[in-house]
């Protein structure tokens, strides 16, 4: 099977039609974001952000851990789906949920802790929402044989304990964000010893615990260092797409920072397969509908450098929708500027709607897709029930970025509406 992941990541930079708006420092700062990025993130990492190569390499060790962990995923046909709904339509999904991690966060979570030992690094550092991301760098590490540290947002950490389990069972240290053991999780603690934490602050306390110790940093979404690895899922799709003698006309992925998306459809969009790509969010959320094209931080601190991008604002404070992967206020600028575009469209739907398209792909397939997934999953179903009314014998492919396993609070809860 290791023989069937691509040896190269599909970098889209060079074939936008127009260049990309650089990062940027803020006017008003005397402070360089950039040079912290070079102290903090494995050199090799930072070069590949800035890379204008279309294809870059995976090294041989990089492809042995993805095979490891999993990959190549399966490509799936949703047969029992397209006969509940009635359609001509066929709907594919390709299961980033089948690696060890369950999610697709492991495809750049293996390279980026592998270009830190790489330099000789002991431990790396990383926040963690949900927690599908600190799992995927915890793993990693592990089978790195370095050491990984996870800051976890205070209010995740005590409502899902499973995540904080299975990360201190692959060798992580996980603390509840704010934290005793960084200067500022100490401030926000002062300031309010029941703060529930946010991405934000957990974010800051992992930098400044990188910045302290010599350590790195590992990110897990909107730099386009990130989307480069996560190529390897669409790449992976083509190949698989051409052994069985079919052609996606729609490819599909739900919306955080845009790295599943990105990872999914940009090599089709390189290869100019397919006629429409569809990046979903929440309507809860409401990026597409209500966010701008401007420069902002990625973080909230303002830590890292602006990026010019769709967002909602760094200071944005999400509802607490439990798709905790799509609670960010901004998206990757390669994304943001191919759907200004309008090479990219986008749909957003509401917890109901894909706690629904959740239940009825859960029925029909077997699987329990993660809440961020089910929102790939709606569009599916969308598109396929319009090639029911035009009777189009449509090719729809969405990307399953990962299962909902550890999900089930949020399953029971819904399930109790
Ligand atoms: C399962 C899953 N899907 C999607 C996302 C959204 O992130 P991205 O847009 O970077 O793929 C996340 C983020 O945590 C996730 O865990």
Known sequence: MIDLIPRYWYN????????????????????????????????????QQFTAERYVKIPDEVIELYSLAGRPTPLMRAKRLEELLDTPAKIYFKYEGATHSGSHKINTAIPQAYFAREEGVERVVTETGAGQWGTAVALSAALMKIKSTIFMVRVSYEQKPGRKTVMKLYGAEVYPSPSEITEYGKNELAKNSANPGSLGIAMSEAIEYVIKNDYRYLIGSVLEVVLLHQSIIGLEAIKQFEFIGEEPEVLIGCVGGGSNFAGFAYPFIGSKIGSRYIAVSSS??????????????????????????????????????????????????????????????WMEFSEKETYSAAKLFANA???????????????????????????????????????GLLDLSYYQKMEAK
């Open 365 to 403: 397939q077997g699987i329990i897709p993660a809440p961020e997934s089910a929102h790939a999953i709606s569009a599916a179903i969308k598109i396929a029930k319009e090639a029911k009314e035009k009777n189009e014998k449509k090719i729809i492919a969405f990307n399953l970025s990962g299962h």
């Open 12 to 47: 889209i930079v060079p074939d936008l039609n127009r260049p990309l708006p650089p990062p940027l420092d803020p006017e008003d700062s005397d402070f360089s974001r950039i040079e912290l990025l070079n102290r903090i993130i494995p050199k090799e990492v930072l070069r």
């Open 284 to 345: 809860e959320i409401k990026k597409f509908s209500k966010g701008v094209y401007e420069y902002d931080f990625p973080d909230s601190a303002g830590l890292l450098p602006m990026l010019k991008m769709i967002t909602l604002g760094k200071d944005y404070v999400p509802p607490p929708i439990y798709s905790g992967g799509l609670r960010y206020h901004g998206l990757a600028p390669t994304l943001s500027l191919m759907i200004k575009d309008k090479i990219i469209e």
